[in-house]
């Protein structure tokens, strides 16, 4: 079992940068691929991003490509999301979550362990 918690969400300006951080518990936190999903109230969980358990493949949402970087340091369990050119749009409670076996996806159903979120809100 994996237990995870993110850190770093806050309130910045349109165009500020964010680095949220997920940390893992567990010896086993290499073998997990992990993602990066967000959700606002009422709406549906939405994929942002996703890395491979080496860190070698990487996926991400279209509204996002091209401004935000996922990467891992599986010395240190944790998984991070550079989150730069910050838009309004961004404004949600962002969760790390983990899966294992299999690649990493975009459907927040396949992934078995989940933080509690960290809200991030991106004023104009």
């Known amino acids: 079992q994996v237990q995870l918690v993110e850190s770093g969400g806050g309130l910045v300006q349109a165009g500020g940068s964010l680095r949220l951080s997920c940390t893992g518990s567990?010896?086993?936190?290499?073998?997990?691929?992990m993602g990066w999903f967000r959700q606002a109230p009422g709406k549906e969980r939405e994929f942002v991003a996703a890395?491979?358990?080496?860190?070698?493949?990487?996926y991400y949402a279209d509204s996002v490509k091209g401004r935000f970087t996922i990467s891992r340091d599986n010395a240190k369990n944790t998984v991070y999301l550079q989150m730069n050119s910050l838009k309004p749009e961004d404004t949600d409670v962002y969760y790390c979550?983990?899966?294992?076996?299999?690649?990493?996806?975009?459907?927040?159903?396949?992934?078995?362990?989940w933080g509690q979120g960290t809200q991030v809100t991106v004023s104009s």
């Open positions: 890395i491979s358990w080496s860190g070698g493949s990487t």
């Open positions: 979550a983990a899966k294992g076996g299999g690649l990493p996806g975009g459907n927040w159903q396949d992934y078995d362990y």
């Open positions: 567990g010896r086993t936190f290499s073998i997990y691929a």
